[in-house]
């Protein structure tokens, strides 16, 4: 079975400041990593994944994340970031190569302010 | 491309009464989800179809809760009889056949008072 813990469940931050959220993972077997965001009254939303290849990862709007193995961690982080990135951000982890079920963390509230 | 489809978006019902939810998921995906999400929680899986086959459904308390996908397209879940520990967001996602990418949808928000 695997499991998910982001560590921080709020993280308030200045408009145009860097911001890191953090997600540790367990597993026995190799898994595929996913970061979800979620707007009010929206569902989730795909950010970015990381299945294979270069541990670094990106997204369109200016978040990375790197997978670490022998951390096993998965944190996402943004060298700036804007007032419309405030929303909740789940990261995710699945077993590699199988499609099946997502598990969940609890989430991160992502709090931008001017 | 539309998106996959819930309705209601709102519910709310008193305890022991019934309730049914829809998915609609994205055209031409073989595997839907059904996860719930308890405030404060993140989302988890209740069962997993592939097709009109089940693939996981260990963590649906089957008590109470039945779902079905009998054309292997939409899909209805539903809790009978509901109680207060049910009210959650209810959200359902589908995904190509043996893809890892999920695609959600907005989700059901049921309230039980």
């Known amino acids: 079975a695997q499991s998910v813990t982001q560590l921080d469940s709020q993280v308030p931050v200045f408009e145009e400041a860097p911001v890191e959220l953090r997600c540790n993972y367990s597993s026995s077997v190799s898994v595929y990593l996913f970061w979800y965001v979620q707007y009010p009254n929206q569902g989730l939303q795909l950010l970015l994944k990381y299945l294979s290849g270069s541990t670094l990862v990106e997204s369109i709007n200016g978040f990375e994340a790197e997978f670490n193995k022998s951390q096993t961690s998965f944190h996402l982080r943004k060298p700036s970031v804007h007032i419309s990135d405030t929303a909740e951000y789940f990261c995710?982890?699945?077993?590699?190569?199988?499609?099946?079920?997502?598990?969940f963390g609890t989430g991160t509230r992502l709090q931008v302010t001017l | 491309e539309a998106g996959v489809a819930q309705s209601p978006r709102y519910k709310i019902i008193e305890k022991r009464q019934s309730v049914a939810f829809w998915c609609n998921p994205i055209?031409?995906?073989?595997?839907l989800y059904w996860y719930q999400q308890i405030l404060g929680q993140g989302p988890k899986l209740l069962i997993q179809f592939q097709n009109n086959g089940v693939v996981d459904d260990s963590q649906l308390p089957k008590d109470r809760f039945s779902a079905e996908r009998l054309k292997g397209v939409d899909s209805t879940l539903k809790i009978q009889p509901a109680k207060l520990e049910d009210s959650a967001v209810y959200l359902c996602?589908?995904?190509?056949?043996?893809?890892?990418?999920?695609?959600f949808g907005p989700g059901t928000r049921l309230t039980v008072t």
């Open positions: 055209s031409g995906h073989a595997t």
């Open positions: 996602a589908s995904s190509l056949f043996g893809s890892d990418e999920q695609y």
């Open positions: 995710a982890v699945s077993r590699a190569g199988t499609a099946s079920k997502l598990t």
